[in-house]
């Protein structure tokens, strides 16, 4: 029973209330990341999910209805029907498009409305309705859809390492939460997206969170401190690690975050080369968010590579979660959306720093009425070459 | 992978915010609409739910107790004890009233305070106090309350359909949701009052939603389209549904909506002749509704007739609701409380303006200090004519 | 079925709508009541639950992480780490506090921080960095935490009643609900704290609620009406009820409620002699609470005593709560914070009318910048006797 003076410094009583910063983290229509987000073309979902069963998906804090028509075009609506609001879900697909379960108007999917068979002669103003959707396209197993203003909308681009597949590999398309501490058997991660995003310019936490603490996650080259070196690049930024091996190789490990929301992280094993993959942090509301991979991989792997040393976190209790913690727990634990007013940001987190300051730089940007960088509208011009990878130092380099 | 130029009208992207009309659709204390409805008794619930065991209800946004004291006279009481709130649930029910359980204040259905058993001599001031009650009558098998205010107390009506009962004949009460797309299982639907009220004036959804979409879930001839006449009539509106049916009979369907709730709908079999009951949308609370019904019946019938067609709702997984729906789907995913703002009216739609417009109306006139349509005060002419029901024209008719 | 003309007072209709008094019973940060609280040493939770590994624990509104580090010191810090805002509640618990699992920064039971792991030498700039923190001591078996001004902070005081504990006893802690009418198998009661609190000053619900209503739960004695004389102390308030008995004994019942939220209530089954234990209201948050007890027991005793004649709560169906309510049902449907405005208070609501005033006056003094009743900064003088207990009169008194 201690009875002994306390130090009176830094108690929790009187701390001033925590915020988080709705600029860089709220992605609803109207604000201001919500309409940097909308200038850029987003992975919705695998192009297997749109059938002529409707399904609903929420993306940028929107609900809306996915369907494909039975002329195999995929339509992506607003889910209240125009007429009298019953839900597009209860709809049944046709050849032209969706028609409303509760009096019959059909819609295509750029919202036409075909048909209104309670009216004379099928509705004799049904062009002055229009059921609100957004326009897609397909890529790579992917729906990919432009919810921003007409006026602005880009080239959809291409990514190199996504083209050419060779002879025996094939494109595998993923929502997995794997590659967030998740899981294949889980989609949804419940925290802002950009917790998951600027864990990506966060290289120190993979020696403690991946392998002193719950240990090796990856690989134990991954525990030794790098030297790091992040830089600004023209539509994002990137940073490249360098480690001095146990057995005298050296190794630099770049690492990119690309707007709005993309992630290139090389290969967690170490395995030499250019990543084979990319990955979106795509927000499905200001508080949760779906990843999105598109990897080349052999023909016969149907899932995302995992490290043998992560345990499957759904089959983990919780007490195991807390015991053994990854990714998820690092970044979920922040709240829903965490509070950079309550934060120390150190040396070690320059990444982070630096990302948020260019997040910010390209939202104040489209508020001033400019496209944001990695908008590309020029057809020939839409190839993105990426520079991600693990890549080992020649000896005459040392 | 289509490239090709999209089509950019309409998109999703700015369009307004959805809002809901307040006036029409909001029933708490004190709304416009909540102190129209107060203006006529409602039934509360079946008379054999008042009992012993004191039962918790809500209607029009207010929690309340129901009991029946041992003289057999039921009361419908404010929850929390007008002494130091606890709930009247946890009551005990005596010959004069409901005792609270925690000092033992004894209540009658009309709210005085019987006896305080703490206070010297029961209570010298028990006088003063007054627990909140509203008056209930008895009448077809149910209790109903009046909720407004006691100077503008209406006579609580007759209707003819529902007097006389022949021998072999009884009347039949239920909350079941059948008639709303549920099942005698379900007697909650959660979506506003108006959302199921209005679809009583629309005739054209039967040949779309019950019949062409989801198979036929009434009978084959609900599925021809009619020709309908709407009127306003004193209390309300009816419409006329004229069909020349396949083997040359004529019909002419009429359907009642009456202030502030009433439906009286025709048998969707089409068997000849008038309505057998009627049928109250009566409020639980901004976004639910609890059906009620009187129907003469055989002796020998205990639950609304259902058409052999249609599958028991809680019986249907989310996939074949989904693939078969009805008025449930239809108007609950209109959303808690759908949003005018949002919709197009058609032609078709005629009997849903002018119900909202004459509902409107009523709502203002009792705001500006009258008595809404259909409220009676005159005990001597009490007794509600209905005119609703299935009706074959002669040949010498046509 | 009664057309009889109704009594028209008082009904429901047109009341005005209810408040809780936030004065008195809100709890957070910041609030009137919660700096109330905060000037007294708060019985956390046992001992025994602080741990290695870390716990999550929620009082007066607030959110904390529990542990032990491995030198036995226990600590309280907020859950969101300095750094970047994960839980501590993933952290891992060394010698000298506890470490983030994100980045690995260690923290002390003061919020120290001693290492951060991924910065240049651990940390160059460490000392300007403080995990929130709450002072603690240990004491009765329970752990207690200051959460006010640190300039403020009280002597922890000790209680006669629980010092030198005899050969062949020991002191009993617990977190039962058993006597807010709950068991052993619940410690969370969702309502209000005051709620509970002035409960302890209102001898006349015992005559009722736990004999006449639900059949004996204590022992028949209590069942008679007692005479009560109620007085302010000065750090709170008693009450002495005098019941002459069925055998000719007279006795007096001393109960007491000291500030903030302690309760001492006597033996409910009336064995002789002064009250055994000391009771805390622990508010979690302002609608809920959390019971603590501290009582001298034989040593064979690991329960709170209970009245054989109390059914285990949590083995009750919703049906016999109904039928038998005891405290819990009385308190909890007053709901989570009662509202004092709908009241009417009576002669023998007097414990809580004064209960109630003496607690305002004490928050209004706290927010005029003095020290409460009952805070005691001389450690010489920081031992409180009690006066509450059961005490029979001798033939010669009477």
């Known amino acids: 029973m201690q009875e002994a003076p306390i130090a009176f410094h830094g108690v929790a009583y009187g701390r001033p209330k925590p915020h ?24 919705l979902t695998l192009s297997a999910r749109a059938t002529t069963t409707p399904s609903q998906i929420r993306i940028l ?23 009298r609001g019953s839900s597009l879900f209860y709809g049944r697909v046709e050849a032209e498009g969706i028609r409303c379960c509760y009096h019959g108007w059909l819609f295509s999917v750029e919202g036409e409305c075909l048909d209104q068979p309670c009216e004379p002669c099928g509705g004799l103003h049904k062009d002055r309705v229009r059921q609100p959707w957004y326009p897609l396209q397909e890529r790579y197993g ?7 203003p007409p006026a602005r909308m880009p080239v959809l681009p291409r990514w190199d390492v996504l083209e050419d597949v060779p002879e025996g590999q094939k494109l595998l398309v993923s929502h997995s939460s794997l590659y967030a501490g998740g899981d294949d058997d889980v989609e949804i991660v419940p925290c802002n997206w950009l917790q998951e995003w600027e864990n990506v310019m966060d290289p120190f936490h993979i020696p403690i969170l991946h392998t002193s603490f719950s240990g090796v996650q990856f690989v134990p080259e991954m525990g030794v401190m790098p030297e790091v070196n992040w830089e600004y690049a023209d539509a994002g930024m990137r940073y490249t690690a360098y480690r001095k091996l146990d057995d005298g190789r050296e190794m630099d490990r770049v690492t990119q975050a690309l707007f709005p929301h993309v992630r290139i992280v090389p290969n967690v094993q170490l395995a030499e080369g250019p990543s084979s993959g990319i990955g979106w942090v795509v927000p499905v509301d200001d508080t949760s968010l779906r990843l999105c991979f598109v990897m080349k991989v052999p023909q016969d792997v149907d899932r995302l590579p995992r490290s043998p040393n992560l345990r499957p976190w759904s089959q983990m209790t919780p007490e195991e979660r807390q015991a053994f913690p990854g990714d998820w727990e690092a970044q979920v634990s922040q709240g829903p959306i965490t509070f950079h007013s309550e934060e120390n940001l150190a040396g070690s987190d320059r990444g982070v720093s630096m990302l948020r300051r260019t997040l910010g730089q390209q939202i104040r940007a489209v508020q001033a009425g400019q496209d944001p960088a990695g908008t590309i509208f020029d057809p020939d011009h839409a190839l993105i070459r990426i520079e991600a990878g693990n890549f080992f130092r020649k000896p005459s380099q040392g």
Chains 1, 2, 3 share one sequence.
Request: charged content about 20%; some cysteine.
């Open 20 to 43: 988080h910063n709705a600029e860089l983290t709220e992605v609803g229509p109207g604000t201001p990341c919500g309409e940097f987000m909308r200038r850029y073309w987003q992975p």
């Open 61 to 83: 804090g929107e609900d809306l209805i996915l369907f494909r028509d039975r002329s195999g075009r995929p339509g992506l609506l607003y889910p209240r029907c125009a007429h």
């Open 142 to 148: 992917l729906i990919w859809v432009y919810m921003g």
